[in-house]
Structure formats: structure tokens, C-alpha cells
């Protein structure tokens, strides 16, 4: 079997499907090669016709393509769930995020904010404005371009406070990661699985979203900083 399962999907699970993809072709024999960009772009490429086999993006996007029938019936199912971290410069002092004031705090304490795009920022303006400092840091808010972890906003001295998911900021150079939101503030999301309608080996793609939600891919999940969405087994 030497034809490469192609799929798509978001910078969070990047590196947790390069380690998967590793090890079910070590496995199984079941070559599979992912192509990741920031969510939007990629739910786009999927409206426009791109071709692949499977597709791992955040849940709400694959319930709106599942919709809109992009994807094969039945096929999509929820993985992992990924908080959202926040995190500073190395060197910096990494601010106390235990309750909602500690995270006031640092928001207040920061010059600049950096956030992604995608679910995860979108929940953080959100989450900014629950807290009532919308407009004390509405000049402060520095978007990373679709695909850039926020994290390396940090690193480049153009932000001093950084929130993004836990596997995009936990290998970065010159990062250091501070926590997940404390109590009612915390932020995740869950990413899903799906196989393409277009797919042109839906057989083996269905097999490789098994893998991913075996126990193998469980493990695989907690050391990247996310958890197995339960009942995500087949």
C-alpha cells in the first residue's frame, strides 16, 4: 500500500500529527502526510475544492463543512481537547495566573498582547471583554497572522504577554509558559476528525482516524499538552 494519505489541518495539532502520523506508518503501513496552516485557510481551501483524505480541525468548523457537506457522512468525530495557555519571554517575570485578579493583573501589567487567530482568539477578546478591560487594552491587542503562533510574537519582542493553545506554545524557543486560565476564565477547544467527501481513499482514512483515537493517540495527545476527548474511540 504506497499511496500517502494526504489530510489538513490547523497549527494547534501540527506536531501531535506528525508524531501519529509517524508511528501508524511504523505500525500499520499507512503512510499519511498532513499539510497544516492557521483554521481559517484551511476550512477556505476545503470550500474551494482541495484535495485530500482527511481533515482535523477545530469542532465548530467541522460541524459548519460537515453541513455544507464537505465531509463524508458519519465520519467526523471529536479527539482531543486543547486548553489555551498564557505565556511570556523567557526571562521575564512569569506572572501568578491562580485566580481571575492574577490574570487581571498580568493583562493590565502587559504592553502588548499577542493572540491567534481561529476559536482561541476569538474566546480570548471575548473573555477580555467578561472581564471589563476591552477598552484599557483595545490598543494593546496584537493578532498573529494565520498560521504564526502568537508564541513567537514573544520571542521577537513585539509582545510581553501571549495566549495561545498549549501545543503551539510549549516548543518554542525563548517562550516560557506562565499556565492555563484560572477557574471560570479558562479557555480550550476541542479538535475533531473527519474524512473528506472528495477523499479518494476513504477506507484507509477512516482507519487512520481509528489510530488517532486509540489509546496510542491518547498518550500521544497528553504529551503534547492536550487530552482525548472521551468516547472518541470506534
Do not use: C
Not at 89 to 114: M, T
Amino acid at each position: 500500500m504506497n499511496t500517502v494519505i494526504s489530510g489538513l489541518s490547523s497549527m494547534a495539532t501540527r506536531p501531535l500529527l506528525a508524531e501519529l502520523s509517524e508511528r501508524i506508518r511504523h505500525v500499520h503501513g499507512l503512510p499519511v502526510r498532513f499539510e497544516s496552516a492557521g483554521g481559517v485557510e484551511i476550512a477556505q481551501r476545503v470550500r474551494e475544492g482541495a484535495e485530500a483524505d482527511l481533515l482535523v480541525l477545530a469542532d465548530g468548523a467541522l460541524t459548519a463543512l460537515e453541513e455544507e457537506g464537505h465531509l463524508l457522512a458519519g465520519s467526523a468525530r471529536p479527539l482531543w481537547i486543547s486548553q489555551v495557555v498564557a505565556a511570556v519571554p523567557a526571562g521575564a517575570p512569569v506572572p501568578v495566573l491562580d485566580s481571575e485578579s492574577g490574570l487581571r493583573s498580568a493583562l493590565e501589567a502587559a504592553r502588548s498582547i499577542a493572540y491567534s487567530t481561529g476559536p482561541s482568539g476569538t474566546a480570548l477578546v471575548e473573555l477580555i471583554g467578561r472581564l471589563g478591560l476591552a477598552d484599557a487594552l483595545a490598543g494593546r491587542l496584537v493578532q498573529a497572522p494565520p498560521g504564526v503562533p502568537a508564541g513567537s510574537l514573544l520571542a521577537s519582542g513585539r509582545a510581553d504577554l501571549a495566549f495561545q493553545q498549549h501545543s503551539e506554545l510549549m516548543d518554542l524557543p525563548g517562550v516560557v509558559i506562565a499556565g492555563p486560565l484560572p477557574g471560570d476564565t479558562a479557555i480550550s477547544s476541542t479538535f475533531g476528525g473527519a474524512v473528506l467527501a472528495s477523499a479518494s481513499r476513504p477506507g484507509p482514512a477512516l482507519e487512520v482516524l481509528d489510530f488517532f483515537g486509540s489509546d496510542t493517540g491518547s498518550e500521544s495527545a497528553r504529551a503534547r499538552g492536550m487530552r482525548a476527548v472521551q468516547g472518541s474511540k470506534r
